[in-house]
C-alpha cells in the first residue's frame, strides 16, 4: 500500500514563492515515477509537472515552464520513503488551485504522463491561493 501526503499550501500574493512537498510512504521504491496536478474551482484537472523514477525524464506544463521546479529525495532502506518537491515561483494568481501530487508504478513515465489517467495513487491535495 502506497500513501502520499501534501503540504506547503498556503496564501501567498503575487510574485510570492512556495515548496510543496509529497510524502510518499509505504511499499514504495525510489523508481517509481511521480507527478504534480492542479484542479481550480470549476476546472478540470491539469497537468503541472512529472518525473521518471531516475529523474532522467523532466516534464512541465508550459504554463509554468520556467517558474516551478520539480525534484525529489530518496531515502534508500527497507521501506524507502521517497519525497517529492514542487517549488513554485514568480506566483501569480491562476495558479491557483488544489495542488495533488501523484505516482505511476513505472519507472518510466508513460506517454500519456500528462492524464490523471496514468497515475495509480494520489494524495489528498493542499490549497493554494495566490492574491493580486
Known amino acids: 500500500q502506497v500513501q502520499l501526503t501534501e503540504s506547503g499550501g498556503g496564501l501567498v500574493q503575487a510574485g510570492g514563492s512556495l515548496r510543496l512537498t509529497c510524502a510518499a510512504s509505504g511499499e514504495v521504491f525510489s523508481t517509481y515515477s511521480m507527478g504534480w496536478f492542479r484542479q481550480a474551482p470549476g476546472k478540470e484537472r491539469e497537468f503541472v509537472a512529472a518525473m521518471s523514477g531516475s529523474g532522467k525524464q523532466l516534464y512541465y506544463a508550459d504554463s509554468v515552464k520556467g517558474r516551478f521546479t520539480l525534484s525529489r529525495v530518496t531515502v534508500s532502506r527497507e521501506n524507502a520513503e521517497n519525497t517529492v518537491f514542487l517549488q513554485m515561483n514568480s506566483l501569480k494568481p491562476e495558479d491557483t488551485a488544489i495542488y495533488s501530487c501523484?505516482?505511476?508504478?513505472?519507472?518510466?513515465?508513460?506517454?500519456?504522463?500528462?492524464?490523471?489517467?496514468?497515475?495509480?495513487?494520489w494524495g489528498q491535495g493542499t490549497q493554494v491561493t495566490v492574491s493580486s
Open positions: 501523484a505516482l505511476d508504478l513505472f519507472s518510466n513515465l508513460r506517454s500519456d504522463y500528462g492524464q490523471p489517467s496514468a497515475y495509480d495513487y
